[in-house]
């Protein structure tokens, strides 16, 4: 099993919580439940509910009714996933905007941690 957290900024704050609390209470009970899947399946988790985006930056795919939402993540050294940010999506393809996001928050939750574990 691998242990999924939320990216914490480094003032304490975590976009993916204030993002989880922004959705209505459907949508965020099943991106609840497909991030106990993740957690559950890890790098075993495939498509319909999960893609790689490349650069070690998968998608998490939500569908309630007519609402996609989407949840960014990475894995990291023992069975970590480190969920980055979460958008609604409006168009077909993700934001580039977003994936940069997660790719900067990737590179940060990285720093931190490395220079806690030296």
Same mark, same amino acid.
């Given at each position: 099993?691998?242990?999924?957290?939320?990216?914490?900024?480094?003032?304490?704050?975590?976009?993916?919580?204030?993002?989880?609390?922004?959705?209505?209470?459907?949508?965020?009970?099943?991106?609840?439940?497909?991030?106990?899947?993740?957690?559950?399946?890890?790098?075993?988790?495939?498509?319909?509910?999960?893609?790689?985006?490349?650069?070690?930056?998968?998608?998490?795919?939500?569908?309630?009714?007519?609402?996609?939402?989407?949840?960014?993540? !990475? !894995?990291?050294?023992?069975?970590?996933?480190?969920?980055?940010?979460? !958008?609604?999506?409006?168009?077909?393809?993700?934001?580039?905007?977003?994936?940069?996001?997660?790719?900067? %928050?990737?590179?940060?939750?990285?720093? %931190?941690?490395?220079?806690?574990?030296?």
């Amino acid at each position: 099993m691998f242990q999924l957290e939320f990216y914490e900024t480094e003032d304490g704050k975590t976009p993916v919580s204030d993002f989880l609390d922004s959705l209505d209470d459907k949508m965020a009970a099943k991106m609840i439940g497909l991030m106990d899947v993740l957690e559950e399946k890890g790098t075993e988790l495939r498509k319909p509910y999960s893609a790689p985006l490349g650069d070690g930056i998968f998608e998490l795919r939500c569908k309630q009714s007519s609402n996609i939402t989407r949840a960014l993540y !990475f !894995f990291y050294t023992g069975k970590k996933i480190i969920v980055t940010n979460g !958008f609604v999506k409006k168009t077909q393809k993700t934001p580039p905007n977003e994936i940069k996001i997660a790719k900067k %928050r990737r590179d940060d939750w990285i720093r %931190r941690h490395e220079n806690n574990n030296n």
